[in-house]
């Protein structure tokens, strides 16, 4: 149950779902609950075990979304480049020095054409703004080979320009211009700003934008939302 820090209940009552992905041990609890607000909310859980109810109160900072995709909302329809787009070139899509071109053989048009789950990965390898810059990129490639069937595709943030094979940034590291992707997907706006990355996003077989993640993230993150979207078919 959500509730206002005054303990004044927020919607109704949620149960949640047992998740558990393929390959790993621990079972997962899923609340989906609409936060109506940016700021500090109280999550009140119970659970019943065996013949004992157990319950407690945890707190919850809700962040402005700004810009960016809204959850339960329709993804951005924007073609995000692909290496048939660029002539095979990789450089021109991805400024990973070990580039895995699965990350590009599709376009979020295409997925979203053909209804399938996605996952988009905004990072860059080389123009790191944050220091979890790259480590997105990372995570991708190790959970694509876990979910075979679902696309994992790579958007580079930040336009450049490739001179003599090397990626040179349109823009500085303070205040780096945009791609038209990254634009539309509203990443690089207020309050996050374009120096935010990395951002994540898991959109559904419908089209709908299910999570998103942003800066530090976890494997096991993805791991339970991919896993509820493919029991939801």
């Given amino acids: 149950q959500l509730t206002a820090t005054d303990g004044t209940p927020v ?7 047992a998740v558990l992905p393929p390959g790993l041990g621990t079972v997962s609890y899923v609340a989906l609950v609409t936060i109506p607000t940016p700021g500090w909310w109280h999550r009140a859980v119970s659970a019943t075990p065996g013949s004992m109810t157990l319950s407690g109160i945890g707190d919850v900072a809700a962040l402005d979304p700004g810009s960016s995709a809204l959850l339960g909302s329709a993804a951005p329809t924007i073609h995000s480049p692909t290496l048939s787009d660029v002539g095979g070139d990789v450089t021109q899509v991805s400024t990973d020095p070990i580039p895995d071109l699965r990350l590009y053989a599709q376009s979020t048009s295409d997925v979203l054409a053909a209804h399938e789950a ?20 990372i995570m991708a490639r190790y959970l694509e080979d876990r979910w ?3 696309p994992f595709i790579h958007v580079e943030p930040f336009r450049y320009d490739v ?16 791609t038209d992707v990254a634009d ?42 991919i896993s509820l979207i493919e029991r939801a078919g």
Wanted: contains cysteine; charged residues 15%.
């Fill in 184 to 225: 539309a997907w509203g990443i690089g706006g207020a309050p996050w700003g374009p120096t935010s990355m990395p951002w994540v996003f898991v959109v559904d077989g419908n089209g709908i934008v299910r999570a998103k993640y942003q800066g530090v993230m976890g494997s096991d993150d993805l791991d339970v939302i």
């Fill in 163 to 178: 001179v003599t094979d090397t990626p040179v940034l349109e823009g500085s590291l303070g205040d780096p211009t945009m």
């Fill in 11 to 17: 919607g109704s009552p949620v149960t949640a779902i």
């Fill in 148 to 150: 075979p069937a679902v």
């Fill in 118 to 137: 996605f996952v988009l990965v905004f990072d860059s390898a080389k123009f790191r703004v944050t220091s979890a810059c790259g480590k997105a990129l």
